[in-house]
């Protein structure tokens, strides 16, 4: 949280910098620094050790990908409502349906890496049950409605805005869900049960653990 503090200060600081000169080489300092603070939101959930739906190694680029779809999403609204970006429109949609294509790679690597390696029963129920949420609006609404825009120019800019809400509507949700509702602790794993009075010792248990 420090390196996110200091991240922010320095984004918020060349932001206001580059609206106030209009600067390109301020701008794309902005950008750069966006992409830091990014970094480290992300590096503040791996190393939450003791959840397990936010120490796996794959919740980085989740995150980094995920609010770089939302960034493209309101930048394409933006280009559509604010005349001085409608040159950069066609672009715009075009890096959104790249980028809704990775985080859609991205999430699938997530999710088959908690599987795989034995994350907390109820994380798992939590994030199976928002996984075709997240494709239909997260990537599947993105694209097609950047195709149809592209195919019919005359509707353009609302399905633009559209796809853009869309993305960035679904990274929002992913982020909430993955914080309010997947964030489970794993429980303890006992390697052998022990003896007990006149018992026998028994197999290893994980209790609240997905069994692999």
Same mark, same amino acid.
């Given at each position: 949280?420090?390196?996110? +503090?200091?991240?922010?200060?320095?984004?918020?600081?060349? $932001? *206001? !910098? =580059?609206?106030?000169?209009?600067?390109?080489?301020?701008?794309?300092?902005?950008?750069?620094?966006?992409?830091?603070?990014?970094?480290?939101?992300?590096?503040?959930?791996?190393?939450?050790?003791?959840?397990?739906?936010?120490? @796996?190694?794959?919740?980085?680029?989740?995150?980094?990908?995920? $609010?770089?779809?939302?960034? =493209?999403?309101?930048?394409?609204?933006?280009?559509?409502?604010?005349?001085?970006?409608?040159?950069?429109?066609? %672009?715009? !949609?075009?890096?959104?349906?790249?980028? %809704?294509?990775?985080? $859609?790679?991205?999430?699938?690597?997530?999710? @088959? +890496?908690?599987?795989?390696?034995?994350?907390?029963?109820?994380?798992?129920?939590?994030?199976? &049950?928002?996984?075709?949420?997240?494709?239909?609006?997260?990537?599947? %609404?993105?694209?097609?409605?950047?195709?149809? &825009?592209?195919?019919?120019?005359?509707?353009?800019?609302?399905?633009?805005?559209?796809?853009?809400?869309?993305?960035?509507?679904?990274?929002?949700?992913?982020?909430?869900?993955?914080?309010?509702? %997947?964030?489970?602790?794993?429980?303890?794993?006992?390697?052998? *049960?022990?003896?007990?009075? +006149?018992?026998?010792?028994?197999?290893?248990?994980?209790? $609240?653990? &997905?069994?692999?």
């Amino acid at each position: 949280m420090t390196r996110e +503090s200091i991240a922010g200060l320095a984004f918020f600081a060349l $932001g *206001l !910098a =580059a609206v106030w000169s209009g600067s390109r080489t301020m701008f794309a300092a902005t950008a750069l620094a966006g992409l830091g603070f990014l970094y480290c939101q992300a590096r503040i959930l791996a190393a939450a050790k003791g959840i397990p739906a936010w120490r @796996d190694p794959r919740i980085v680029p989740l995150i980094m990908t995920t $609010g770089l779809c939302e960034g =493209a999403g309101l930048f394409l609204a933006a280009a559509v409502m604010v005349s001085p970006l409608e040159p950069m429109r066609t %672009a715009a !949609a075009a890096g959104l349906a790249v980028l %809704a294509a990775v985080r $859609g790679v991205v999430w699938r690597a997530y999710l @088959d +890496s908690l599987e795989s390696g034995g994350a907390p029963i109820r994380t798992l129920e939590v994030l199976r &049950a928002f996984h075709l949420w997240f494709l239909l609006f997260g990537l599947l %609404a993105p694209i097609v409605l950047i195709a149809a &825009a592209f195919m019919a120019p005359g509707a353009g800019a609302a399905l633009c805005v559209a796809a853009g809400s869309c993305a960035f509507a679904a990274g929002w949700a992913l982020k909430l869900v993955l914080i309010t509702r %997947a964030a489970y602790n794993q429980g303890f794993a006992l390697a052998h *049960l022990p003896v007990r009075g +006149s018992g026998a010792a028994g197999p290893s248990v994980k209790p $609240g653990w &997905a069994m692999q």
